[in-house]
Each structure stands twice: as C-alpha cells, then as structure tokens.
C-alpha cells in the first residue's frame, strides 16, 4: 500500500500502527546518519578515534549515544520526521540491547565481520562471551563511560527519551512504547515483550512463569510474541 492509503486503511478500521524502531544507524549519507555525525552523538569506538561500528539488518551501523546531551533532540527530531511520513500511533523498540550482528566492533571490510576481545569476567550466563551478539565492552560513551560498565542501561536510555518524544511532542497522556530491552524501573517509561520465541510447548511454559517475574520487576505490561517468531505451528496459534 502507498503510505497514505495504508494510514486510511487501518486506521477507519480501529487499528493503531506500531513501527519497529532500531537504534543502528545506517552508515550512507541520510538525513539520520548525517544530522548524527553533525551532533556527534554516536556511539565511539574503544579502539580508535572514530565511531564505533556495528552490524544489523541494513549492514554497517553507527548506535545512538543516548547519554549524550544531544541525543534527545537528535532522536526526537529523526522520530518527527518519520511521524511525519506515516502516522503511527505508539513505537515498537526492538534491537535495544543494544544487539549487533558481529560479536564486540565490527571491522571495516563488509565481508569480514570479526570481533573484539573483551574483559574477562567471573561468571558467563549461557558460557558465552560478553560481547555475543552485542558492541565491544571497550566501547565508550559521552562522559567516558564504558559499555562494560553502562550495557544494561541501553534499552532504559532509549525507552525514557522515546518516551519523552510520545509524550511531549506526540502528546500522548499514556503512550504506547514496547521495548525488547527493559530494567528495574522500566515499567515507568514503557512496556516489555519478551523476545523472540518458537511455537512449541516448551516456549508456551517458559513464557507463562516468565509473565508473571515480570510484574515482580515493576514492569506490568508484558507479553509474549503469539504464535512466536519460528517454528510457526497453526493449531498452537489458534489456542
């Protein structure tokens, strides 16, 4: 559908349209990756001067630095330009772990994703490497701050200046923002779903007691992918 005619469509239906919202930032001369170089507000690398790179779904990304005093205005600027092109009713955060596709900084040749060493440290929940799936631990923030010591205030930082950007420029009394990445004191700012899944019995368990820890973390809205992401089974989604 043209943009225009899919807003129409859903909304003179009763439907609310929720985008998926990543934080990696294209690496090509766009208005998003440019206004971020001017405002320096990108993520910086811990092994040399520029901005640290990583990897999802458009390739070679920059991450916002959502400590830095510019990254409210440069987030909420990019997010009016979007509402201006199709007018959504609530975001979807996704991504925000932040999570990346080369395991610590990406190096600099598109077909060679490597990784990093990271800071050794007494316990390794999975036996996996602090940088799975994630930016260097060497990375660094506004202020000096390190990615090993601020990784789990990424999905927080976002949700609280995303829902900033609902509240005060989209005027919304009770915004509608599902983060994949929360922490204690998340359930202020935003709603949690709880990631990808499969559609089997064993992630139909494990999401139901994994509900109910989440009200325990002040977070109390919180839901389960239906159906789940893949092993789509059609008798397990109509129940």
């Known amino acids: 559908f043209p943009r225009e005619e899919l807003q129409e469509f859903l909304h003179s239906r009763g439907f609310k349209f929720i985008p998926i919202v990543d934080p990696g930032i294209k690496n090509k ?3 998003p990756y440019i206004e971020g170089v001017l405002r ?22 920059h991450f916002t630095d959502f400590f830095h005093p510019n990254a409210t205005d440069y987030w909420h600027d990019m997010l009016d330009s979007l509402h201006d092109k ?13 999570t990346s596709f ?8 598109e077909n060679n994703w490597g990784h990093q060493y990271a800071p050794d440290i007494p316990f390794h929940p999975g036996g996996k490497t602090i940088v799975d799936f994630t930016i260097s631990s060497s ?8 990615e090993y010591d601020a990784h789990n205030l990424y ?3 976002s949700s609280y200046i995303t829902y900033l950007w609902l509240r005060d420029r989209n005027k919304q009394k009770m915004p509608l923002l599902i983060s994949r990445s929360t922490t204690i ?3 202020k700012y935003c709603q949690h779903w709880t990631g990808d899944n499969q559609s089997t019995w064993k992630w139909l368990r494990i999401s139901i007691p994994t509900l109910f820890h989440f009200q325990l973390f002040s977070i109390p809205f919180v839901g389960a992918d239906v159906c789940g992401l893949s092993l789509i089974h059609i008798l397990r989604c109509r129940r």
């Open 29 to 31: 001369n766009s208005p």
């Open 40 to 61: 320096k507000v990108f993520i910086k690398s811990g092994a040399h001067e520029g901005y640290l790179i990583a990897k999802q779904w458009p390739n070679k990304v």
């Open 86 to 98: 199709l007018k959504f009713d609530g975001i979807w955060l996704d991504m925000n772990e932040v």
């Open 102 to 109: 080369c395991n610590g900084e990406c190096p600099f040749t």
């Open 139 to 146: 990375a660094k923030y506004y202020g000096g701050i390190t």
């Open 155 to 157: 999905g927080i930082m």
């Open 185 to 187: 004191g998340s359930g």
